[in-house]
T-cell receptor
Framework: SAVISQKPSRDICQRGTSLTIQCQVD?????MFWYRQQPGQSLTLIAT?????????ESGFVIDKFPISRPNLTFSTLTVSNMSPEDSSIYLC??????????FGPGTRLTVT | GENVEQHPSTLSVQEGDSAVIKCTYS??????FPWYKQELGKRPQLIID?????GEKKDQRIAVTLNKTAKHFSLHITETQPEDSAVYFC?????????????FGTGTQLKVEL
């Protein structure tokens, strides 16, 4: 299984600012994913982070709001831009060593005031 | 796109009893069905999964069954213990070369009472 870490673990930000979340995998993975989880809710896929090409966004999520980088096969970043209180959530990255299993990072708890 | 429904939303059982959580999916192309356990404040943990070419899979006290015709799959936990208390999420995906996008169910809060 892949071991995934995220930084920061939590942050409190002011509206209108941006936060970049880092995700590191201990082994090379073909695809990495970013999810959002509202408190007490399920996980919603934001985008697939593709190495060497632009991220693929799900309906309702746009690149200007959530730019993603994937410089190599073990690292990705998600930026939450121009934040508003509605962006307060837990952001999780995931990746897998194979085509099937997906493992999650510990999440970044974001509070926007 | 894929849609996954999960029931029940909450489940309370006595220690030692069995627990069953059910999910249905909409996309007949989906071929991978994992289950995650999430304890409060922790990351989702993969506990068991099943691929579409298998009807049942078991790992100690947990098992998953898949009915492709009816497009539903279930998680079975036997001899429940207090440490099984958590939120359980089912998910479905269509695995293509290089990875898969998971669509999650809404989650089941399982409480195992002493």
């Amino acid at each position: 299984s892949a071991v995934i870490s995220q930084k920061p673990s939590r942050d409190i930000c002011q509206r209108g600012t941006s936060l970049t979340i880092q995700c590191q995998v201990d082994s090379q993975v073909t695809m990495m994913f970013w999810y959002r989880q509202q408190p007490g809710q399920s996980l919603t896929l934001i985008a697939t982070a593709n190495q060497g090409s632009e991220a693929t966004y799900e309906s309702g999520f746009v690149i200007d709001k959530f730019p993603i980088s994937r410089p190599n096969l073990t690292f990705s970043t998600l930026t939450v831009s121009n934040m508003s209180p509605e962006d307060s959530s837990i952001y999780l990255c995931s990746g897998g060593g194979g085509d099937y299993e997906q493992y999650f990072g510990p999440g970044t708890r974001l509070t926007v005031t | 796109g894929e849609n996954v429904e999960q029931h029940p939303s909450t489940l309370s059982v006595q220690e030692g009893d069995s627990a069953v959580i059910k999910c249905t999916y909409s996309d007949s192309a989906s071929n991978y069905f994992p289950w995650y356990k999430q304890e409060l404040g922790k990351r989702p943990q993969l506990i068991i999964d099943i691929r579409s070419n298998v009807g049942e899979k078991k790992d100690q006290r947990i098992a998953v069954t898949l009915n492709k015709t009816a497009k539903h799959f279930s998680l079975h936990i036997t001899e429940t213990q207090p440490e099984d208390s958590a939120v359980y999420f089912c998910a479905a995906s269509w695995v293509t070369g290089g990875g898969n996008k998971l669509t999650f169910g809404t989650g089941t809060q399982l409480k195992v009472e002493l």
